[in-house]
């Protein structure tokens, strides 16, 4: 023992103390166990192997065959054929270019949402009636909307929204089974169904703990409507308008599988293939489980990337704000 | 003040454009779930049924398309997921809030990093060790993969951060154990988060739909959603029956949700306040 204690007391409440230290870290493990156990195998675990697969060719029914990087030179690789760039997996990049374009969704449902949460934000009669009927599409999602958009609001010919366009005289587009309104139509899905949920929910939370002084004060400075908004709201809201956008990228990067796999299967001809679904497709569909694993990484990474670059970039603008 | 100066009949008329644009579809998904079948069914210039309701889709859904089945399935996985992933996560967030050990912090911070991982990307390997152990197309396979999320650790630790320490001393001075204080003061003072929780991950889980995709092959391990997926998929064609499996799918979520507004709200923020 280094230090000799001045009294004999001590040195009891020091063992003493340390025994019910070792003891206590015992019951925190106990607490901890069962959660952690199933976290390790069923969210840890897949990670690493979706890393380590992600560098074999795997079709479940032969043995694994390690090929180092070949999944990613499949991937990100091409070669000039007849003086034209070929890329080796054009399906690769059209996933990704849909997955980018699907992104489109959240600002706007983000600037719709701020809207209303701003509207809302006012002493007036039914506001809570109000944020309860938005409120409904979040709590209806599932399945059962998704059939409702695809048979019976996006429907070329008995659809809600092309009868609604030609009784003013305007031929709707064939929204899910054309190419290029696919896309608008899944995103036009989403806006609807999320702009007046979560988000709103947050911006209203935020929009209510800041503090009438700030606008008052901004008043007094001869501040119009449109200036307190911008000088006052929009930088309070900072850290909301952050928490959304980064949990909506997320999501956004996993690529509406849900929907893209009840509504459109991915089609026509891939124009709703996002990387979240041509995972799928590779896994359960063509047993390429290593390739699988490969494009499930580089989702990963994407996200980790834009969600790093989100962060930096909020941080230097919430200083300037 | 600043509210008194928009005008009012600018946001009344917004709020009610953008609420009717909200009900208006589900209000037309219910009516035509009790149209006649046939191939007006959807024509909007006729949306109350004319020919009288037609109850009969629900009893036709219900038994003739396997719904039935599907309804008991997402029920039990329901029930067993919520159960399961609330009461684990309040023993670890209890750990991570309020007891001492080494390599909390890392491992909490552990936590927090998968939340930035969305399920598509760990689908397949997931998939593959359901394999190994032998669960693909089991009720295990749908009930305890999803019973681990960070988010229920999360959230729940962030709400007995809340609560007095002082509690836990005063109830160690009488003797009180870890379990104890656990049991007795944090889960009732905690009745609000647990509830959000429990609701949230209800919803989750009753509309879950990649995760039976992928796990389940039988038509008698399917779940609703799928089902009502699948259903679509062979009888396309069959609005009426499909709106009134949807409104079936709706219906349970709708009462959690009508039930539990005032605790789904706090939750909603409480999930968000590390922003």
Redesign the interface.
């Known amino acids: 023992m280094q230090r000799i204690p001045p009294e004999g007391g001590t040195t009891n409440s020091l063992l003493r103390n340390h025994a019910m ?1 070792h003891r ?2 015992r ?3 106990t ?2 166990a ?3 156990a ?2 390790l ?10 890393l380590g ?1 992600s560098f074999f060719r795997w079709d ?1 029914f032969h043995d694994a065959k390690f090929i180092g990087w070949r999944n990613f030179t499949e991937m990100f690789g091409g070669a000039t054929e007849d003086g034209q760039w070929t890329w080796n997996d054009p399906k690769f990049w059209q996933a990704l270019g849909n997955t980018f374009f699907f992104l489109i969704a959240i600002p706007i449902s983000m600037a719709l949402s701020l809207l ?1 949460a701003v ?6 009669r ?1 506001r809570i009636w ?1 944020r ?6 979040t ?7 998704l ?7 996006l ?1 070329p010919q ?3 929204i092309n ?2 366009l030609a009784s003013v005289g305007i031929e709707g587009p064939k929204w899910l089974q054309s190419y290029h309104w696919a896309k608008p139509a899944i995103i036009l899905m989403i806006v ?1 169904a999320t ?2 949920g ?1 988000n709103m ?2 911006y209203l ?1 935020g929009l209510q703990n800041i503090s ?1 002084e700030l ?1 008052e004060a901004a ?1 007094i400075d001869g501040a119009g ?1 449109w200036a ?1 908004f911008r000088h006052v709201t929009w930088p309070m809201l900072a ?2 308008t ?2 959304i956008s980064t949990t909506s990228l ?2 956004g ?3 509406e ?2 929907a893209v ?2 509504m459109t299967r991915g089609g026509p001809d891939g124009a709703t293939t996002t ?2 679904y041509y ?2 497709q590779h ?2 569909e063509w047993f390429n ?1 290593g390739y ?2 490969a494009v ?2 580089v ?2 990474v994407l ?2 990337t834009v ?1 790093v670059i989100h962060w930096r970039y909020s941080e230097a603008r919430s200083h300037y704000a | 003040m600043r509210e008194s100066r928009w005008p009012r009949v600018f946001s009344y008329t917004f709020l009610s454009i953008v609420g009717v644009t909200m009900v208006l579809p589900l209000l037309w998904m219910v009516l035509t779930s009790l149209q006649k079948p046939g191939a007006d069914a959807m024509d909007f210039r006729h949306p109350i049924p004319r020919e009288g309701l037609h109850w009969s889709n629900y009893g036709e859904v219900f038994h003739d398309t396997g719904v039935a089945r599907s309804l008991l399935n997402s029920a039990v996985v329901t029930v067993a997921v919520t159960a399961g992933l609330v009461f684990t996560s309040s023993l670890a967030a209890y750990a991570f809030a309020r007891l001492r050990f080494f390599g909390r912090d890392k491992i909490f911070l552990g936590y927090l990093a998968t939340m930035m991982i969305p399920g598509v990307v760990t689908m397949v390997p997931t998939f593959l060790i359901l394999r190994e152990l032998r669960w693909v197309d089991s009720y295990y396979a749908l009930i305890i993969p999803p019973m681990f999320s960070a988010y229920g650790v999360f959230l729940l630790r962030q709400f007995f951060l809340t609560l007095p320490r002082d509690l836990d001393e005063a109830a160690t001075i009488d003797g009180c154990s870890p379990w104890g204080i656990y049991w007795r003061i944090i889960l009732p003072l905690s009745q609000p988060a647990l509830a959000a929780l429990t609701i949230l991950t209800f919803l989750g889980s009753w509309r879950s739909f990649m995760w039976p995709l992928i796990v389940t092959h039988t038509k008698d391990k399917f779940t609703l959603p799928l089902a009502l997926a699948q259903f679509q998929e062979m009888y396309g064609i069959h609005w009426t029956l499909l709106m009134a499996g949807s409104v079936i799918m709706i219906i349970p979520m709708l009462i959690v949700f009508i039930f539990g507004q005032r605790f789904f709200v706090e939750g909603v923020q409480l999930g968000a306040v590390k922003g």
């Open positions: 230290i206590s870290n019951t925190a493990w607490f901890l069962p959660n952690l199933g976290f195998v069923f969210v840890v675990l897949p990670v690493v192997v979706a697969l479940v209303l509207v809302l934000n006012q002493k007036m039914g109000f309860t009927v938005f409120f409904l599409p709590v209806c999602a599932g399945v059962g909307l059939l409702l958009w695809k048979l019976m609001l429907n008995f659809g809600l009868s609604l609807w702009m007046g979560t929910i947050l939370a009438p606008y008043q409507r307190q850290p909301t952050f928490f997320i999501a990067f996993a690529g599988f849900d796999y009840v990387l979240g995972t799928y896994a359960f489980m699988a694993c499930a990484m989702m990963f996200i980790l969600t």
